[in-house]
């Protein structure tokens, strides 16, 4: 049950990534990615079923998806060159997990950096439904668009609060007035996608569905991409800020991860998490080669523990019903018409674009992101807010400036008020300087090359 709850929940991801991959801006094949994106996403989670034995279901990452397109289309980046770079990030955070180092990075990097990371990743998937419903040449009624941004953000911070609140209620054993409020909660979520696709139709949402190929593996569908890896060297500038903002997404993107799955009186609750670290650091290596983008734990975790989800059972089920929907894809294509031409787009952006949204105001709640990852710190305080609120701002121009972003605003709050005026909380590791420096760099490089 639980296991299948999570794989609903997600099942979106092939056909984002098939649209998102696949579109004229990146330029590879839309099927084979559809099916990389369903094999990746099985076998990771099988191995965290069993290596790991945790509850994590893992697949290739929306918001990576959305900056490899973004990055490869204002840049001389081929997509070949940002998956090798994602490949060769991936191997080396598989040295740092295997270690146990990536975990205390992690457990390192300030809360509100993490919190600013996943308010970006949220405006990133809002505007990349946006993309979607109303691709480059079609016109926006943009004052209309912005009033029913903040319209439908209103909505889902209504709804954050309301499930908050039935947590709060539900800790206070008033089981019957929480499960009542949650649900209000959720039907807000619904209700609000329902809308989002009815004004995306207004507004002259294009649905033409998208083109197949006859072949199967990313990689030789297009002559020459292997080729096109060994011209890395030629893009240099362009590929370390690249691959210094996929390493940031990598550590820092963990909203889905075992930290707030698995229970803290778990007595292998470290070496639990060092195992998911490594699972999903090799996958980073394999998805790539498979051709689809970087894994990531998915938040949607959290749906299967709220149904009971506690070990890696669950995330052996999500990995059988993408294994299920990959072999049914083939069949499909054999067949002529292949599986994700079914899904048209007024089924994906609106719900692309009000789960970004979704995530923007979860951000603004940081129990609701990143519960147990990491030091508390209060809802709203200007340390959490300033960050997220500079990520949230920047991520449609570029995901890389919005992380950038995030970081160095931390940064400057960390260095500009002074030592008695900081809130008790705010503690600083001395990695955070690194942090700050190493963003600082990778924009510099960015706009020099640009």
């Not at 947590?167 to 807000?188: F, M, N, Q, T, W």
């Not at 197949?212 to 060994?230: D, K, M």
């Not at 499909?332 to 079914?342: H, M, T, V």
């Not at 508390?376 to 300033?386: A, I, R, W």
């Amino acid at each position: 049950m639980a296991g299948l709850t999570v794989f609903f929940t997600m099942a979106y991801a092939p056909f984002v990534n098939a649209l998102v991959l696949g579109g004229p801006e990146v330029g590879m094949p839309q099927a084979p990615v559809f099916y990389a994106t369903c094999l990746a996403a099985a076998l990771g989670s099988a191995l965290c079923g069993w290596y790991a034995n945790t509850p994590t279901a893992l697949a290739p990452g929306t918001a990576f998806n959305a900056f490899i397109a973004q990055y490869v289309q204002h840049s001389d980046l081929t997509w070949p060159e940002a998956l090798a770079i994602c490949c060769f990030v991936g191997a080396a955070l598989m040295l740092m997990s295997s270690s146990g180092f990536r975990r205390e990075v992690i457990e390192a990097i300030p809360r509100p950096i993490k919190i600013a990371v996943v308010g970006g990743i949220g405006a990133l998937l809002a505007q990349l439904g946006i993309d979607i419903a109303f691709p480059a040449g079609v016109e926006r009624d943009m004052p209309a668009v912005r009033l029913f941004l903040l319209g439908v953000l209103t909505i889902l911070r209504f709804n954050v609060t309301l499930r908050s609140y039935a947590k709060k209620l539900e800790a206070e054993h008033k089981p019957v007035i929480a499960r009542s409020i949650d649900l209000i909660g959720r039907s807000g979520l619904l209700i609000s996608v329902i809308v989002v696709a009815l004004a995306f139709h207004y507004w002259g949402m294009t649905t033409k569905s998208v083109t197949s190929e006859g072949c199967y593996w990313v990689w030789s569908c297009q002559p020459g991409s292997f080729a096109r890896i060994a011209q890395l060297g030629d893009h240099v500038l362009v590929a370390i800020p690249f691959g210094i903002f996929v390493t940031y997404m990598m550590f820092a993107d963990i909203a889905g991860s075992p930290y707030h799955l698995l229970p803290n009186d778990d007595p292998d609750r470290d070496g639990k998490i060092d195992r998911s670290l490594i699972v999903d650091s090799g996958m980073n290596v394999i998805a790539p080669i498979l051709g689809t983008s970087p894994v990531v734990f998915y938040a949607e975790n959290s749906a299967g523990k709220l149904v009971g989800a506690r070990t890696g059972a669950s995330a052996y089920w999500v990995a059988g019903c993408f294994l299920l929907l990959a072999v049914v894809g083939v069949l499909f294509s054999y067949l002529g018409k292949p599986l994700f031409e079914l899904i048209p787009k007024i089924a994906v952006a609106p719900a692309l674009f009000t789960v970004g949204l979704f995530v923007i105001a979860s951000s603004l709640s940081s129990d609701d992101v990143m519960p147990e990852a990491g030091p508390k710190e209060s809802d709203g305080s200007t340390e959490s807010l300033l960050p997220a609120a500079v990520s949230i701002i920047l991520t449609p121009i570029g995901l890389e400036y919005g992380l950038a972003g995030g970081i160095l605003a931390y940064y400057a709050f960390f260095v500009m008020v002074p030592r008695a005026a900081r809130p008790d909380r705010v503690k600083i590791d001395p990695r955070l300087h690194l942090f700050a420096f190493v963003a600082f760099f990778a924009i510099l490089v960015k706009l020099g090359v640009s």
